[in-house]
């Protein structure tokens, strides 16, 4: 908000002088934050960004959902969208690896893609069973917050998995519970530490599962971010018809942003702040 008034100041002024001024992406001027999730790539080699064989170079295809050839769609809305000094972050399911030597393939294909890579786990990354070595796999530019969290642009990014949310169909008590509670200790935990190290620095959350559905209203995970007073939150996992679950704005004090990546029609959108 205080940004946004103060490039308002800026801009009249420049404008009252009869220059031109060019807020670029990314340069210190403009908050350049953008989001999407659940890129579910699979790559079985190193590729380029472009010229992938559908028959050879990938495991999972996803035409089968009807995301045709989402990784040229994702890759042609990047370029257009993100630029080298702006920062993407990425809230799970960003490959079906198993093993990390396997999505090292699917990182390098990301990391070919303009601007810093901010990470967090999904579901479906099951690569991800060490904090410490998917940090060692990542190439330079890309990074992985799990129960922790980073800066960028003067902003605190927390995020952990989260889970299922108690009361959803599918929901049991004696095997999701103690997951579910461990995540919501593990966003506490990370929130905890930003609070402490950064007091004065707004706050994001990515989580991979939704914090609160149609179904579930609220959560604990809302609740940790009320009491940190979390600005937004984004999340991922709604894919196809689950899309319907979505609840985004203006919510319970915090600010939720579904971004996975079918629901954003395969394009890196702006963060909402
Ligand atoms: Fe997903
Ligand atoms: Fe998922």
Redesign the pocket.
């Known amino acids: 908000m205080e940004l946004g008034f103060w490039l308002h100041r800026a801009r009249s002024c420049y404008n009252d002088m009869n220059l031109k001024i060019d807020v670029r992406k990314g340069s210190g001027t403009d908050l350049s934050l953008f989001a999407i999730s ?1 890129l ?1 790539l699979s790559f079985n080699k190193p590729v380029g960004l472009y010229h992938i064989d559908f028959q050879a170079d990938i495991d999972k295809p996803m035409d089968v959902f009807g995301w045709e050839r989402h990784y040229d769609q994702v890759r042609d809305a990047w370029l257009e969208t993100v630029g080298a000094d702006d920062t993407v972050l990425i809230p799970g ?1 960003i490959s079906w690896a198993l093993r990390l030597d396997q999505a090292r393939y699917d990182f390098d294909w990301i990391n070919a893609l303009p601007g810093r890579k901010v990470l967090s786990p ?1 579901n ?1 990354c099951y690569y991800a069973q060490s904090k410490k070595k998917v940090r060692e796999t990542l190439p330079e530019g890309m990074e992985w917050i799990d129960a922790d969290y980073t800066v960028v642009e003067g902003i605190v990014i927390a995020g952990t998995r989260g889970w299922n949310l108690p009361g959803e169909p599918g929901w049991e008590e004696e095997t999701d519970r103690r997951i579910y509670d461990r995540q919501v200790g593990r966003l506490k935990m990370a929130l905890a530490s930003a609070a402490k190290e950064h007091p004065e620095k707004e706050r994001i959350v990515m989580l991979h599962f939704p914090p609160a559905t149609p179904k579930v209203p609220d959560s604990d995970f809302m609740e940790v971010m009320r009491e940190y007073g979390v600005k937004t939150c984004l999340y ?2 709604l ?1 196809g018809r689950s899309r319907r679950d979505v609840i985004e704005g203006e919510y319970g004090g915090v600010i939720l942003q579904l971004v ?1 990546c079918d629901y954003l029609d395969f394009k890196p959108v702006k963060v909402k702040l």
Do not use: F
């Open positions: 659940d579910h399911d999904g479906h991922g996992h894919h996975s």
